[in-house]
């Protein structure tokens, strides 16, 4: 009985010790998971940020593109409109 008695306080003893060795591990292994998410979530959101600068750049110049041929359609037609009314 004394031996199992022993054998027992041996084992509460090295469980003590694993715990106490794993926590400060449990911290640093969940601090570094934290860190890894942390930087996923960045980058994703940078990723996201550029894919909307550049469909944003697209759509502006597109927008422009479009504003100047109309300008140059108006342009064109008030000028046949003038050379028409001149030749009256």
Known sequence: MKTLTKLTAVVLIGCASATSYANPLQSDTTAELSNVISNAITTSINHSIEELKAS?????????????????????????????????
């Open 56 to 88: 944003t750049l697209k759509a502006v110049a597109h927008s422009l593109d479009n504003a100047s041929e109309q300008e140059a359609t108006v342009a064109k037609s008030e000028s046949t409109q003038v050379k028409e009314e001149s030749s009256l």
